[in-house]
């Protein structure tokens, strides 16, 4: 008879081990059953840490008076290299003759850019009348046109009551205006005839500040405006309405939405990041009107996910901004008014 070669088992020594008796059960925590298999358990939602890298710059905005002759982009770069901060940019670019109001914009808060370009910009502006330039400012040789000498400060108010409410305005052929996916002023220094197209552009207020008369004459106008209005476009127009031909000099801004030119900070005053980061803004103070919404810990966390939340008191309908339990911005986003939930679109780090 055939000896079986199958191997026959022995219990080990100890406790014995069988396939019907169940172990027992681990009281680890992470053998908890979940559901249909063994896993974790589910915690509570709890916001990101912030993260704490020394090398990471503060996040906020910077309220710089730019000087003449110096471009926009090159005071980012000077106060990137200054700060060592990774993101950096700008809010409303100035010509490169103009002084005034930049906003510097550090971290997160670039990601605002686009709401702050919403904001009304005021300036001041010197117009000299009885000339004409190619690039309607100061940088090109003047022509003559015409004779200023007969106008007086009632002919230029009247002259700029033209120039407020909804206008149809074109950009200076010296511009930074795309045309066939080149800018303008690329074209003009090649010497294309082509200029850009006129566009619909929002004037709030054109006031006259002063009056030289003369040969010479020069009008101070302060004017109040929205995004992409060129003032060298409303001083060449407004040359053009008196008859006698006229460009953009001396031009300071002086406000950009709640940011004024008397609490500026000239950029050789700043030696150091933590110069900066005392001058910094909050990030909000670049946005539009918005209704304000308070996050607790968990709704944060699931803002931060980009998941929509439920806020009480609910808001209204329209653009929202929610804040976190400390009162710092956490998103932008909108109502809505189905779901009666906050919605968010753009969540800050």
Same mark, same amino acid.
């Given at each position: 008879?055939?000896?079986?070669?199958?191997?026959? +088992?022995? *219990?080990?020594?100890?406790?014995?081990?069988?396939?019907?008796?169940?172990? !027992?059960?681990?009281?680890?925590?992470?053998?908890?059953?979940?559901?249909?298999?063994?896993?974790? *358990?589910?915690?509570?939602?709890?916001?990101?840490?912030?993260?704490?890298?020394?090398?990471?710059?503060?996040?906020?905005?910077?309220?710089?008076?730019?000087?003449?002759?110096?471009?926009?982009?090159?005071?980012?770069?000077?106060?990137?290299?200054?700060?060592?901060?990774?993101?950096?940019?700008?809010?409303?670019?100035?010509?490169?003759?103009?002084?005034?109001?930049?906003?510097?914009?550090?971290?997160?808060?670039? !990601?605002?850019?686009?709401?702050?370009?919403?904001?009304?910009?005021? +300036?001041?502006?010197?117009?000299?009348?009885?000339?004409?330039?190619?690039?309607?400012?100061?940088?090109?040789?003047?022509? #003559?046109?015409?004779?200023?000498? !007969?106008?007086? #400060?009632?002919?230029?108010?009247?002259?700029?009551?033209?120039?407020?409410?909804?206008?149809?305005? %074109?950009?200076?052929?010296?511009?930074?205006?795309?045309?066939?996916?080149?800018?303008?002023?690329?074209?003009?220094?090649?010497?294309?005839?082509?200029?850009?197209?006129?566009?619909?552009?929002?004037?709030?207020?054109?006031?006259?500040?002063?009056?030289?008369?003369?040969?010479?004459?020069?009008?101070?106008?302060?004017?109040?405006?929205?995004?992409?209005? +060129?003032?060298?476009?409303?001083?060449?127009?407004?040359?053009?309405?008196?008859?006698?031909?006229?460009?953009?000099?001396?031009?300071?801004?002086?406000? +950009?939405?709640?940011?004024?030119?008397?609490?500026?900070?000239?950029?050789?005053?700043?030696?150091? *990041?933590?110069?900066?980061?005392?001058?910094?803004?909050?990030?909000?103070?670049?946005?539009?009107?918005?209704?304000?919404?308070?996050?607790?810990?968990?709704?944060?966390?699931?803002?931060? %996910?980009?998941?929509?939340? !439920?806020?009480? *008191?609910?808001?209204?309908?329209?653009?929202?901004?929610?804040?976190?339990?400390?009162?710092?911005?956490?998103?932008?986003?909108?109502?809505?008014?189905?779901?009666?939930?906050?919605?968010?679109?753009?969540?800050?780090?």
């Amino acid at each position: 008879m055939a000896r079986s070669t199958r191997r026959r +088992y022995a *219990p080990r020594s100890g406790a014995a081990v069988t396939f019907a008796r169940r172990g !027992r059960r681990s009281k680890s925590r992470w053998t908890r059953p979940c559901g249909l298999s063994w896993g974790p *358990p589910r915690r509570r939602s709890l916001p990101p840490l912030h993260s704490s890298d020394a090398s990471r710059f503060s996040t906020g905005v910077l309220n710089v008076d730019k000087a003449a002759g110096e471009t926009s982009f090159a005071v980012v770069n000077r106060l990137r290299r200054l700060t060592g901060a990774h993101r950096v940019g700008h809010a409303g670019t100035l010509d490169p003759l103009a002084t005034g109001v930049l906003p510097v914009l550090f971290e997160s808060a670039t !990601r605002l850019a686009e709401f702050a370009l919403k904001l009304p910009k005021t +300036y001041v502006a010197d117009i000299h009348l009885g000339f004409v330039t190619a690039t309607d400012d100061a940088e090109a040789p003047r022509e #003559a046109v015409g004779d200023p000498a !007969r106008l007086v #400060a009632a002919d230029v108010e009247s002259a700029l009551t033209e120039f407020t409410g909804r206008i149809q305005q %074109q950009p200076p052929a010296f511009s930074a205006v795309k045309l066939d996916g080149k800018r303008a002023y690329e074209l003009a220094r090649a010497g294309a005839p082509t200029r850009p197209a006129p566009r619909e552009v929002e004037v709030y207020e054109a006031t006259l500040l002063d009056f030289q008369p003369g040969p010479h004459a020069v009008a101070r106008v302060e004017v109040r405006c929205g995004s992409g209005t +060129y003032l060298r476009s409303i001083a060449r127009d407004l040359g053009h309405k008196l008859g006698v031909g006229g460009y953009l000099g001396r031009l300071v801004r002086t406000a +950009y939405g709640p940011l004024t030119i008397e609490n500026a900070v000239r950029i050789e005053q700043l030696v150091e *990041p933590d110069a900066v980061r005392d001058r910094l803004l909050p990030a909000e103070v670049i946005l539009p009107d918005m209704e304000r919404v308070r996050l607790n810990v968990e709704q944060e966390a699931q803002v931060r %996910q980009g998941r929509s939340v !439920r806020v009480l *008191p609910e808001p209204e309908p329209g653009p929202l901004r929610a804040h976190d339990a400390e009162g710092r911005l956490v998103a932008l986003g909108h109502t809505d008014p189905l779901r009666r939930t906050f919605v968010p679109e753009k969540v800050l780090s």
